[in-house]
């Protein structure tokens, strides 16, 4: 058993960095093997030592100017090597998701969806469904697929609360593209079902459609039984009333039934019948949406039931406060100062040494 005052006190991520150290050594070494044989160079045949600056233009630096250069380099260098290990203190204990409880949410966005039969709009009641979802979710992994004619990826299968929250406000019926009409739920589950395939086939693993069932494709049942054989379940959402509504258009006004000899616009009803059977051949649950938290918490209920044991959602990770930043921090602060420009000493300096020389 770990002790937890001790795994909360200062170590290093990566200490094997701190080898770098030895390199200190031999430049040490390389610096006073330099500055003996400086002091021993030919040069020094041609002039005495306090002469050779004004033979060459240059002169050698002093023994603790030297060091000093030296002294800074190490201090520079040691502080990198610092930043590089990884000091840390402070954790905090995060426990990990519940590999067996999956749901990737499938929103409808076709046009249908605008409908007002429900208040603000079917999308709208879609987006207050999925929010609440997200709020009251306690042991679900959650994705997202919003699809129309084909299908979009707004979040793989993720824990990120956040993430999936940020995504709430932008799902309109824009994200379809306005040239193709009608929803393909077929194509959703397609896509659907290779997120899916990666996750354990012992795992609980489901799917919730959200939608008005206004669906024209022939096989669907048998495509949702298929995916029950695999061991993905289908749940479903109803949106809208079976009383229905008229279809907004994306220019303005409402669709209208090119069937239709008087043109009256396109009217859309819930298809609870379509979604039941799409629930029942994908051995999952269906309910109408409303108000209520009733529907939410059923299927999240039926989405949390895993074939794993309960003690793997126990298991537990550290997540470690880093402090790298620290060694940084000091690192720019010494390097300021060599930034430093004097352009009006300098420029000073230039105007005197031409006075002179004139």
Do not use: C
Not at 47 to 71: I, N, Y
Not at 150 to 155: A, C, K
Not at 223 to 230: D, F, I, M, N, W
């Amino acid at each position: 058993m770990t002790n937890p005052i001790v795994d909360q006190v200062f170590h290093f991520e990566q200490p094997f960095w701190f080898l770098g150290l030895l390199v200190i050594l031999p430049v040490a070494f390389w610096l006073m093997r330099s500055a003996a044989r400086a002091a021993r160079g030919p040069i020094h045949r041609y002039a005495d030592p306090h002469l050779l600056p004004h033979l060459s233009g240059t002169r050698d630096l002093r023994t603790t100017e030297r060091w000093g250069r030296f002294l800074r380099w190490s201090l520079l260098w040691t502080l990198l090597l610092t930043a590089m290990a990884g000091p840390r203190w402070d954790s905090t204990d995060v426990r990990l998701f519940h590999p067996g409880n999956n749901l990737l949410v499938l929103l409808d966005i076709s046009r249908s969806m605008l409908a007002q039969d429900v208040s603000p709009s079917r999308l709208g009641r879609a987006r207050q469904e999925l929010q609440d979802l997200i709020a009251r979710d306690q042991q679900v992994r959650l994705g997202l697929i919003v699809f129309a004619s084909t299908p979009h990826v707004l979040s793989p299968i993720t824990e990120d609360i956040g993430s999936l929250l940020n995504t709430l406000p932008a799902l309109s019926a824009d994200l379809a593209s306005p040239n193709l009409q009608g929803s393909s739920l077929t194509r959703a589950l397609d896509r659907a079902e290779s997120l899916l395939a990666g996750l354990p086939e012992d795992s609980a693993r489901a799917i919730l459609l959200i939608s008005d069932g206004d669906f024209d494709e022939p096989g669907l049942t048998e495509r949702v039984a298929r995916l029950a054989e695999k061991g993905v379940r289908l749940h479903a959402l109803g949106m809208g009333t079976t009383d229905g509504a008229s279809v907004p258009a994306p220019q303005g006004g409402f669709i209208l039934d090119p069937a239709d000899p008087d043109r009256q616009p396109v009217r859309s009803r819930l298809n609870e019948a379509q979604l039941e059977a799409l629930a029942q051949f994908g051995g999952g649950l269906y309910r109408r949406a409303d108000y209520r938290d009733a529907d939410t918490d059923a299927i999240l209920k039926a989405a949390a039931v895993s074939r794993l044991p309960p003690e793997a959602s126990d298991t537990r990770t550290r997540i470690w406060n880093e402090r790298y930043w620290l060694p940084v921090l000091l690192v720019a602060g010494l390097l300021l100062p060599r930034f430093r420009r004097l352009p009006r000493r300098q420029g000073a300096r230039r105007q005197t040494r031409g006075d002179l020389s004139s």
